[in-house]
DNA sequence: ATCATACTTGCAACACCGTTGCATTTATAA
DNA sequence: TTATAAATGCAACGGTGTTGCAAGTATGAT
């Protein structure tokens, strides 16, 4: 069975709330990484620092990861592995569409090892590959 | 024989300016890469704006780079390759160390292919790896 | 050397966004 | 139901990317 919105919110240590459980389901139904923006138009009227203190807390716990694709407009996708109270766990390529301006999540893409010269210590890794997405060729 | 600042900056279609001349050294004596902060502190007063301009104009005539790390601080490096007119042909990984947060370009370092899935083009690739740089052991 | 022209610089101004403080509202558990 | 802690809404501040415009400067021609 599935677990709804307040058992995750409520599992993750979170209260559960309208805005919560709203901003919780667009990022389950989400085929793509959200910005800040795009989540507000999902809102009659919401405060965007309730938003904004809102993804600070699902990063905070675990339930979204912040993705940086270079465009300077934050975004953000559900964590699928379950990630730890402030310590995400996952490394997967993110792929910017430089056509439609999406960015995805592109969990099976083997991650590549890179070979750091010695004396360099490796802690994680971030790739964004922009180019032409699935849905953007003639 | 060394080619000067001036001829640098005539070569890329830039008149040579007091405070271009010594941002295009800056960057070429920087062993990292160069956020706006710690290139404004190197002049007695210089106008945030100007400096601004001058990175716009650099990075467009390809005589630098611009660095997204992920700290949401843009940090610029010269390129080495000729970049031609606002086309950058560089691909290199980037460090990021957490511990002194600078940020080099590891041109030697070898760049891995990612295999992207089909339908997906890719047009460019950018890798920053966060750790702990070479001056930072103990 | 002088001068007209185009480019560069400095300053004001605006928008956007991250961030914090505080008062009010809401969720939770006693 | 009620006391307490947390979430929300609003104001406010600071940093920064960006543009317009006037004044200063580099350049090439005269
Ligand atoms: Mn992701
Ligand atoms: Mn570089
Ligand atoms: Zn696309
Ligand atoms: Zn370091």
Redesign the interface.
Known sequence: MESTAKDTLRNHGLRPTPIREKVWELFNNASKALPNKELEMQFENIDRITLYRTLKAFEEKGLIHKI?D?T?VPKYASCHDDCADGHHQHEH?H?HC?NCLSTTC?E???F???????????????????????NC?N
Chains 1, 2 share one sequence.
Request: with cysteine.
């Open positions: 940086d270079g300077g390529v792929f430089l592109l099976d893409v083997q590549p090892k890179i070979d750091i010269p010695p004396g360099y210590l490796t802690e994680n890794t971030s790739i964004v590959v922009n180019g032409r997405c699935a060729q």
